[in-house]
């Protein structure tokens, strides 16, 4: 066990990483994997969208009942108003709406189960939507959902605790055609995959 997570942690640090960097991939990749289990309860938002750096997208909202529990995850105002105005981003939006996080060695034993290169992969895919600001989780009241948003949450909507807690909403844009949607895991890496590849890879 002890010569594999020291192999693990070499593949995963390389030169100039620390174990800490090391733990923060694999939380990446576990964040990843999260999003990617949770795609198939989401809705599309936006049809038309942008990333930070101007690339074309579609937003996919995954709906969750912000439940006490959940609120205590961020400093969320009392006043509704005052919440429905406030937003989270990136790696905390995950967070935030309900992913897991990882003590040091939790995370180790994580990423012996995964393997190293997958996890250097998922993190990968991690990084490029934080570094394009595509992950972003609002509060919404029901009544203040668009109409399209919610005749898509449907009989979720008639939940009491919806009514009550009012609902978090995490977008997540991703670099995708209107016509190749395809809310699982497969599309949502091959979405990634795609524009990763055709980026210019940053100079040492």
Same mark, same amino acid.
């Given at each position: 066990m002890?010569f594999?997570?020291?192999? +693990? +942690? =070499? /593949?995963?640090q390389g030169?100039?990483h620390?174990?800490?960097?090391?733990? %923060?991939?694999?939380?990446q990749a576990c964040?990843? =994997?999260?999003l990617?289990?949770q795609?198939a309860?989401?809705?599309?938002? !936006?049809r038309? %969208?942008r990333?930070a750096d101007? *690339? #074309?997208?579609v /937003?996919v909202?995954? #709906? $969750?009942?912000?439940?006490?529990?959940? =609120?205590?995850g961020g =400093?969320w #105002?009392?006043a509704?108003?005052?919440?429905?105005a406030?937003?989270v981003?990136?790696?905390? %939006?995950?967070?935030a709406a309900? !992913?897991?996080?990882?003590? @040091?060695?939790?995370?180790l /034993?994580?990423g012996?189960?995964?393997?190293?290169m997958?996890?250097l @992969?998922?993190?990968?895919? $991690?990084q490029?939507?934080?570094d394009?600001?595509a992950?972003r989780?609002?509060?919404r009241r029901?009544e203040?959902l668009a109409?399209?948003?919610a005749?898509q +949450?449907?009989?979720?909507?008639?939940?009491a605790d919806?009514e009550r807690?009012?609902?978090?909403? +995490?977008?997540?844009?991703l670099? %995708?055609a209107? /016509?190749?949607? !395809?809310l699982?895991g497969e599309?949502?890496?091959?979405?990634?995959?795609?524009y990763r590849?055709i980026?210019p *890879?940053?100079a040492?």
């Amino acid at each position: 066990m002890i010569f594999r997570t020291l192999s +693990l +942690l =070499r /593949s995963l640090q390389g030169a100039h990483h620390t174990v800490n960097d090391a733990q %923060a991939r694999i939380q990446q990749a576990c964040d990843y =994997r999260w999003l990617r289990g949770q795609l198939a309860h989401g809705m599309i938002g !936006a049809r038309e %969208a942008r990333l930070a750096d101007g *690339t #074309p997208a579609v /937003s996919v909202v995954l #709906p $969750f009942v912000a439940s006490p529990e959940r =609120r205590r995850g961020g =400093r969320w #105002p009392d006043a509704p108003d005052e919440r429905e105005a406030c937003f989270v981003e990136g790696a905390h %939006a995950c967070r935030a709406a309900g !992913a897991p996080g990882y003590r @040091k060695l939790e995370s180790l /034993s994580r990423g012996l189960a995964e393997g190293g290169m997958a996890v250097l @992969k998922d993190a990968a895919r $991690f990084q490029y939507l934080v570094d394009r600001q595509a992950l972003r989780l609002t509060w919404r009241r029901v009544e203040s959902l668009a109409p399209d948003l919610a005749g898509q +949450l449907g009989y979720r909507l008639a939940a009491a605790d919806s009514e009550r807690h009012g609902l978090f909403l +995490l977008e997540i844009r991703l670099p %995708a055609a209107a /016509s190749d949607i !395809a809310l699982n895991g497969e599309w949502l890496d091959r979405c990634l995959d795609r524009y990763r590849r055709i980026l210019p *890879t940053p100079a040492d």
